[in-house]
Antibody, heavy 118, light 111 residues
């Protein structure tokens, strides 16, 4: 069955960096667009970034543009999110999700918590 | 401020029906039939309940239904059950550079 497992979260100081990973299994990873979505404590969902199946098309939310970089390794069935210049407002649970068509997120990982604090 | 507008909370008694609205613009909800609804229980990942306005993924009870009129989409849950108590989020494809927008979420309380 489809499984998405995020890792790499943790506590980081403002201005620091973190790299999240999402290991995919149970489907042909290279066939699907993938997204990162985050949820600040007690808040709603915020779409962060998505990447096409080949990696040729990438979009970012304005709130992370220029600081975050999404990438994928289809040979390793893995999705990544490099987060630089982290701010307190980036504190959230970060989910990776598989997109089926036009923003439909059919499968989600369990999430990884990123805390930005001094 | 979220791109799509949902009521903060709704409530209903077991067996009743409730409807959650999701209002956007012609650039998102009104312009495309790519509205999704997600259910999220506390501490859990969101789960897709409705896609492309009114389609249910396999395994989702037919008590859950979706519709759209103009710039407003709706999720209806009939025959409310205790396990339906959760947060519900709508999302839509958007023609803006972000690609996907979410609503602010609605907390459903089963009385």
């Amino acid at each position: 069955q489809v499984q998405l497992v995020e890792s790499g979260g943790g506590l980081v100081k403002p201005g620091g960096s973190l790299r999240l990973s999402c290991a995919a299994s149970g489907f042909t990873f290279s066939d699907y667009y993938m997204s990162w979505i985050r949820q600040a404590p007690g808040k709603g969902l915020e779409w962060v970034s998505y990447i096409s199946s080949s990696g040729s098309t990438i979009y970012y939310a304005d709130s992370v543009k220029g600081r975050f970089t999404i990438s994928r390794d289809n040979a390793k069935n893995s999705l990544y999110l490099q987060m630089n210049s982290l701010r307190a407002e980036d504190t959230a649970v970060y989910y990776c999700a598989r997109e089926s068509v036009a923003g439909t997120l059919g499968y989600w990982g369990q999430g990884t918590l990123v805390t930005v604090s001094s | 401020q979220s791109a799509l507008t949902q009521p903060a909370s709704v409530s209903g008694s077991p067996g009743q029906s409730i409807t959650i609205s999701c209002t956007g613009t012609s650039s998102d909800v009104g312009g495309y039939n790519y509205v999704s609804w997600y259910q999220q229980h506390p501490g859990k990942a969101p789960k897709l309940m409705i896609y492309e306005v009114s389609n249910r993924p396999s395994g989702v009870p037919d008590r859950f239904s979706g519709s759209k009129s103009g710039n407003t989409a709706s999720l209806t849950i009939s025959g409310l059950q205790a396990e339906d108590e959760a947060d519900y989020y709508c999302s839509s494809y958007t023609s803006s550079s972000t690609g996907v927008v979410f609503g602010g979420g609605t907390k459903l309380t089963v009385l």
